[in-house]
Antibody, heavy 120, light 106 residues
Framework: EVQLLESGGGLGQPGGSLRLSCAAS????????MGWVRQAPGKGLEWVSG????????YYADSVKGRFTISRDNSKNTLYLQMTSLRAEDTALYFC?????????????WGQGTLVTVSS | EIVMTQSPDTLSVSPGERATLSCRAS??????LAWYQQIPGQAPRLLIY???IRATGIPARFSGSGSGTEFTLTINILQSEDFAVYYC?????????FGGGTKVEI
């Protein structure tokens, strides 16, 4: 059974940093691209960042480019999102998600999310 | 960036009826279009990908159609568990983008 378990959310200060983690199990983690999607309270889904199977290619939404860094450790089956220069508008539930197949594909499995609140 | 526009914002239907949801892309995305269902308090669930391919375990009452810029999700014989918010998403190119969602309510 595929499982994605996010952690690391919490209260962050404006201008501060947080690091999110996503522990994956039940599939060959190193064989799939992964991504982060967020959802602000009461709002829709917003894609945040993506990473290729090897980690060699990374992609970001303009809203987080230069502030967030996605990475993965295939030996630990873990996906990360390093968030810096936090802003109030980064407040959201952050989902880790697995892509259906290596090539262009949607997300077929999602974690339950970890809540990030940016406030002083 | 490809902008995805969903309509209507809210769709009121009765159990047993059919719901038809629309999604429009600002430029062609070929068939690289997915639909997700999100029940409040839960993570999104993949329903349809490739514009018309049902994901594993998705009931046949869910169907998708379209290509290019115009897409439709049809839910036949709505059941109580189908009342949720539905999102379309293009994965044609970066950045990946979602529509604003359609809430299907009783």
């Amino acid at each position: 059974e595929v499982q994605l378990l996010e952690s690391g959310g919490g209260l962050g200060q404006p201008g501060g940093s947080l690091r999110l983690s996503c522990a994956a199990s039940g599939f060959s983690f190193r064989s799939y691209a992964m991504g982060w999607v967020r959802q602000a309270p009461g709002k829709g889904l917003e894609w945040v960042s993506g990473i290729s199977e090897s980690g060699g290619n990374t992609y970001y939404a303009d809203s987080v480019k230069g502030r967030f860094t996605i990475s993965r450790d295939n030996s630990k089956n873990t996906l990360y999102l390093q968030m810096t220069s936090l802003r109030a508008e980064d407040t959201a539930l952050y989902f880790c998600a697995k892509r259906l197949q290596p090539a262009a594909a949607p997300f077929d499995y999602w974690g339950q999310g970890t809540l990030v609140t940016v406030s002083s | 960036e490809i902008v995805m526009t969903q309509s209507p914002d809210t769709l009121s239907v009765s159990p047993g009826e059919r719901a038809t949801l629309s999604c429009r892309a600002s430029q062609s995305v070929s068939s690289t279009l997915a639909w997700y269902q999100q029940i409040p308090g839960q993570a999104p669930r993949l329903l349809i990908y490739g514009a018309s391919i049902r994901a594993t375990g998705i009931p046949a009452r869910f169907s998708g159609s379209g290509s290019g810029t115009e897409f439709t999700l049809t839910i036949n014989i709505l059941q109580s568990e189908d009342f949720a918010v539905y999102y379309c998403q293009q994965y044609y190119n970066w950045p990946l983008t979602f529509g604003g969602g359609t809430k299907v309510e009783i």
